[in-house]
């Protein structure tokens, strides 16, 4: 597992490995949102939290197609499948890759981007554990996505319907650990939907991907 | 011989709806038809919401069957998951597009109704939101089946999808509940009380519309089911000459 | 330690691809599977690794201890010839063996990309995977195309010595390969009768 982790990292790095990409993509989204509603500080820090977070996700979903497609096009998936290692804990090492490859990079990007959207001081902490706390759910939930999709050609689109109502829960949760008052008990939930993604989806994934190999 | 899974047979499944058909339409549209003649002309007008109250005969029925339609898929596909029993699968695709239909019915009478007593169409409540959440599921499991040729792997696929996205579309349900406080008035007949908010002058046409709904919903789906045996048939018979 | 293939039918998208294949193969045994193309050679090579689940019939064969390399060579195009193989080491859990690695002249490949490869390089390496893998079976699906007479030699002689060492390799080829005393499998002689009714939809009358 640790080596499908290495590789996939240092992927990431090499040329075209997509995680420049990622959070330039992240970059640019929020350097839209003033262009979108207008310069006020009032109203920018008021939705900063919702659109930081809506930003991550939709870089996220970007890169998700990336999980198993170039694995899938090259026949190292086929090799992976076949190796001696359970389908779940290739799965797992995947997403976890995929979260330090994206989730990771996006939460610590997102601390200087708060500052282009006015983010209020004191909620600073709690966008960082927020997303640090949220995005491995996105990340498992993409792999899944990901995994439904491997055989379909071009199938970026489809991934996004199909992975984007899955996310609902995770946002909800991760923006409402932001703003809400009782900062404590959202980021509770919001970990709740991350450990049951991390525990559960990977058998579910494994599942989708020996389908997808036949 | 007596299992229920002999119907799972194509061959036997077509025998033994074909029978049902007839019967099935004049019970479901005879049902549907004293629910809502019944509802809208021989009930009389809410003290307080007046006679846009009578939108509950469409709204009522045909939100539960959303949901219904839905949890109808769940079952098929784990069904076909389990016991892979081809017609399941095919079930569970020919039930997507009703319960879409019935979804948007649910929201635009909604939105009918919201207009008067709430003063907008449209709000960002838990369960409207909710019912939001439900279509784009439907949507991404259509597109899903659509998107693969191959047909036992789209049935795999789609059924886990149904499976995962009813865990996530129950977290979204109370998700919602933390983010925003409600318009939606409470459920008129809570199952779990059996206490019904409903007079039975108003009561008895709306079990009338329900059962016709739920009825339409089995009339359609045996029709979709079948339209859909017919369609693979000719796909394998296609095969089989090349 | 041995595969055995009894009564074999598989199908792709519900048309059946062959029936009846039968065979068995004990230590030092090769299989070489012959057959037009779409007579099946690829699929019997997925099912016999797993990835394909039969219409019917059995296949006995120790999934651990059972090699695929399908005719993608599963390289990395991003990564050095070494980082592939250092990968593939670590997956199949296998220290990198210089005599493994020999026979595919890598040495001066090395410190490539696998991007920059040729078609027959790659081959090599994906073949070296194979024998990284340490495994007993081999399964290889078409191993010599693309490869010129040195490397398809080389090839031979490595499963030579896999076979003598108690391996057992099935190949799958149109291209000429030799392999001594190889039992051969012709998929065309499996093609299912018309009759053969896999797909539920065509029983019975509606």
Not at chain 1, 202 to 214: D, E, H, N, S
Not at chain 2, 196 to 205: A, G, L, N
């Amino acid at each position: 597992m640790w080596a499908i982790i290495q590789r996939d990292i240092s992927l990431a790095f090499a040329q075209g490995g997509g995680l420049l990409l990622t959070v330039a993509f992240f970059l640019i989204l929020v350097v839209f949102v003033p262009f979108g509603i207008g310069p006020a500080p009032t109203l920018l820090s008021k939705i900063a939290p919702g659109m930081l977070w809506i930003g991550a996700l939709l870089a996220t979903l970007l890169s998700l197609d990336r999980i198993f497609q170039l694995d899938f096009e090259d026949g190292t998936l086929d090799a992976l499948a076949t190796a001696p290692i359970p389908l779940t804990g290739l799965v797992t090492a995947k997403a976890l890759a995929h979260w330090i490859t994206t989730g990771l990079p996006l939460t610590l990007a997102a601390l200087p981007l708060g500052f282009l959207l006015f983010l209020p001081n004191g909620q600073y902490m709690w966008l960082f554990l927020s997303l640090l706390i949220g995005t491995p759910a996105l990340s498992f939930i993409g792999t899944f996505g990901a995994a439904l999709t491997l055989s379909i050609k071009r199938g970026g689109l489809l991934l996004s319907l199909l992975v984007l109502p899955l996310f609902v829960p995770t946002l909800l949760f991760g923006v409402q650990a932001i703003i809400h008052p009782d900062h404590t008990i959202m980021l509770a939930l919001l970990a709740v939907i991350s450990l049951l993604s991390a525990a559960v989806l990977p058998f579910v994934t494994a599942l989708a991907l020996r389908a997808g190999l036949r | 011989m007596a299992s229920i899974w002999q119907y799972a047979n194509p061959a036997k499944f077509m025998a033994t709806t074909a029978r049902f058909m007839g019967p099935l339409w004049v019970l479901s549209i005879a049902t549907l038809a004293t629910g809502l003649i019944w509802g809208f002309f021989f009930t009389p007008d809410d003290f307080k919401q007046g006679s846009t109250v009578k939108i509950i005969y469409l709204h009522v029925p045909s939100a539960m069957m959303a949901i219904n339609a839905w949890i109808m898929m769940l079952v098929a596909s784990l069904i076909w998951l389990i016991r892979r029993h081809h017609v399941s699968a095919l079930a569970a695709k020919a039930a997507a597009p009703i319960g879409v239909t019935f979804t948007l019915i649910a929201m635009a009478t909604g939105a009918v109704w919201g207009k008067p007593m709430w003063g907008t169409y449209w709000a960002w409540d838990p369960r409207l939101t909710s019912f939001m959440i439900l279509l784009i599921f439907y949507f991404g499991y259509i597109a899903l089946w659509e998107a693969l040729e191959d047909k036992d792997l789209a049935a795999d696929l789609t059924s886990i999808l149904c499976m995962v996205g009813s865990v996530f579309a129950l977290l979204s349900r109370y998700a919602v509940q933390f983010w925003s406080q409600g318009l939606h008035q409470g459920t008129s007949i809570p199952l779990v009380t059996g206490e019904r908010q409903v007079d039975d002058v108003f009561f008895i046409p709306l079990l009338f519309a329900m059962g016709g709904f739920i009825l339409l919903f089995i009339t359609l789906l045996l029709l979709r089911t079948r339209t859909a045996i017919r369609l693979r048939r000719i796909q394998a018979l296609k095969a089989k000459e090349t | 330690m041995t595969i055995e293939v009894h009564n074999l039918a598989v199908s792709r998208g519900g048309i059946p691809i062959f029936a009846d294949v039968s065979f068995a193969l004990s230590q030092g045994d090769a299989l070489l599977v012959k057959g037009p193309n779409g007579s099946g050679k690829t699929t019997l090579l997925r099912a016999l690794s797993g990835l394909i689940a039969p219409d019917t019939g059995t296949i006995s064969i120790e999934q651990e201890e059972s090699v695929f390399a399908s005719h993608l060579d599963a390289i990395k195009s991003a990564l050095t010839v070494q980082q592939n193989l250092n990968f593939w080491s670590k997956i199949y859990g296998r220290p990198l063996d210089q005599a493994v690695l020999t026979p595919f002249d890598l040495d001066p490949l090395l410190d490539r990309y696998g991007s920059d490869l040729s078609a027959g390089q790659k081959r090599r390496l994906g073949l070296a995977r194979v024998a990284i893998s340490g495994a007993k079976n081999w399964l290889l699906d078409e191993p010599t195309n693309s490869l010129d007479q040195k490397i398809t030699r080389a090839l031979e002689a490595l499963i030579q010595n896999h076979r003598k060492n108690g391996g057992i390799v099935v190949v799958s080829s149109h291209q000429k390969i030799d392999l001594p005393q190889a039992k051969t499998l012709d998929l065309s002689a499996f093609k299912p009768s018309v009759e053969r009714n896999t797909d539920p939809f065509l029983e019975g009358a509606f």
